[in-house]
């Protein structure tokens, strides 16, 4: 069995899965309160049981949600001493798309920005690369009539065309990832650059 931690966005969602079923699974939308809401949701899915593996959304998505998901995972998997692997929040919400052909992806990043990536399917793979970008320049870049996503309806407002799919990640979406685009390195995928910046040394003020 595997087990499954996604609480890179407002959702926390974890899943128990085995082969191509769903075992159990508890989603919720908390917006905040990751911390508190993870640990006893693992619990309840886990029902005593102990999986073999461990898969997490590494984001993009909330900084604090990607590292309490990340934490949690580690933990566990150093405590049972199970595999961990990673996938994109991108790739978990393109999985729940419905119908064929390119999908795309826009989620709510920081500073008004919007996370784009387009997919195509048959099987699962981006078509290019994760971008952070101001809605205006995403819906002059994401081509794919179905957008997914938090940021959809924004993207597809601004271009005027395609359909928009409010969407957020869930742990169950893990069945439908091949197995490559959840076999990522669990580590954060941020998505954009640090707000800090490091400060030439031309400018810094002498040694105190």
Sequence with gaps: MQLVIDSATAA?????????????ERHELVGRGHAERLVPMIEEVLAGRRPDSIVVDCGPGSFTGVRVGLAAAHGLAIGWQVPLTGYSSMAAI?????GAGEVAVALHGGHGQLFVQ????????????????LPDEAAATIAAPLVLGS??????SLRGSGEA???LPRASAALRLPQKLKSLAARPIYGRGPDAKPVPSSTRGPMQ
């Design 12 to 24: 926390c969602s974890v899943a128990l899965i085995e082969g191509d079923r769903l075992v159990a």
């Design 94 to 98: 393109a999985a729940l798309a419905p």
């Design 118 to 133: 387009t997919y195509g399917r048959d099987p699962l793979a981006p078509l290019d690369e994760l971008r952070s970008l």
């Design 151 to 156: 940021g959809a309806e924004l993207l597809v």
């Design 165 to 167: 799919v409010d969407a």
